[in-house]
């Protein structure tokens, strides 16, 4: 079955005991892990791993893990994260099985119109499949003030929707942002705070990162003249080499999700206009030409890369700048050849 946006909520805060899969997909993969941890929560289970490919190669594992009965008596949710066509067999075994006791959540990113899990998914009664998409507007805004709540925070409108537009409406960028402030404030739900301006001004995502964001979309772009030029005026410190790489990730972030909605058949110009005020009108040609350039598989090639060049940062004796203006130029090589 398939649910609306109107009813996904009531699915997964009263899930109906007959509902086997739930197939969470979308270019919003926050959002979609963020309902799997309600149904997780309305259940009161503990998360289950599995992974896809061993779903793949023995299909008959969910069904197995889904109708194992818990020692203890505690309540399982099995959780596919990532998840995609490789594990439809594995569903359609647990779908045909006599009876289970757990249900399973698969994460499944962007699948396209043709994916034989969302086809099976959306066909089958005991199944239910959403697609989650980034929230805009007004709907951005109550999704900051609902997880800052969660973080013991207090947001009035107009604070909610500064942060919903810096960090482009990206759940992973705002919950990260929310974090901080939390913490900055020492606030938590039952000792909340208010988040005002002069807070998000102090620590915001976009509080005095042009020179740091401008390094990460140069690499992107593949402009490898313009990046030297911009290293050497800056002059990065090593203290400052972190808030690069974790502006390159956010930079990531925006364009995966964007890039999802390219490769599930939307035109790049739409997706553009569809960002309205919450794209700086300075960036809109370079995020036309890195929406070209780099596609979701690349992207997350980068972001993997990314990730790994902070924790060597973090951790290695070596001088930081050195592996953060390697990794910069090795990008843009990258993008240079794509060009």
């Known amino acids: 079955m398939k649910a609306q946006r109107g009813t996904i909520l009531r699915s997964v805060e009263q899930p109906n005991r007959a509902i086997r899969f739930y197939l969470f997909h979308g270019p919003d993969e926050a959002g979609s892990r963020a ?61 045909d099985a006599a009876a289970v006791e757990s249900p399973v959540v ?29 929230p805009e507007g007004g709907e951005a805004d109550r999704m900051v003030i609902e997880a800052g709540r969660a973080e ?18 990206n759940r992973n960028i705002i919950a990260h942002e929310l974090a901080k402030f939390a913490l900055f404030l020492d606030a938590a739900p039952d000792r909340p705070s208010e988040l005002t301006h002069e807070v998000v001004d102090l620590l915001g995502a976009d509080s005095g990162e042009g020179d740091m964001m401008r ?14 030029e911009e290293l050497d ?21 925006q364009l995966a999700g964007l890039r ?27 995020m036309q030409q890195l929406l070209s350039g780099w596609n979701a598989e690349r992207l997350a090639a980068m972001l993997e890369r990314s990730s790994a060049l902070e924790q060597t940062i973090m951790f290695s004796d070596e001088p930081p700048i050195a592996a953060l203006e390697e990794e910069l130029v090795t990008i843009a090589r990258a993008a240079g050849r794509r060009r």
Request: without cysteine; charged residues 20%.
């Open 35 to 95: 309902l799997g941890e309600r149904l997780r929560s309305s259940l009161a289970a503990e998360k289950f791993q599995v992974a896809s490919s061993a779903v793949k190669a023995d299909p008959a594992l969910l069904a197995a893990e889904a109708g194992a009965i818990s020692l203890f008596g505690v309540a399982r949710l099995i959780w596919i994260d990532p998840a995609g066509d490789e594990i439809g067999e594995g569903v359609e075994a647990l779908l």
């Open 215 to 228: 390094l990460g979309d140069l690499a992107l772009a593949g402009r490898g003249s313009d990046l030297f």
């Open 233 to 253: 005026r800056v002059a990065l410190t090593s203290s400052e080499a972190i808030p690069v790489v974790r502006a390159l990730q956010r930079r990531l972030l």
């Open 260 to 286: 999802a909605r390219v490769e599930q058949g939307e035109r790049i110009d739409a997706v553009m206009t569809s960002m309205g005020k919450a794209l700086f009108w300075k960036d809109k040609g370079l």
């Open 106 to 134: 698969a994460i499944a990113g962007a699948l396209r119109k043709t994916s034989a899990l969302l086809k099976l998914a959306e066909a089958h009664g005991a199944a239910l499949s959403h697609a989650s998409y980034v």
């Open 152 to 169: 013991g925070l207090r947001i009035d409108p107009g604070v909610a929707a500064r942060i919903a537009a810096a960090g482009n409406a």
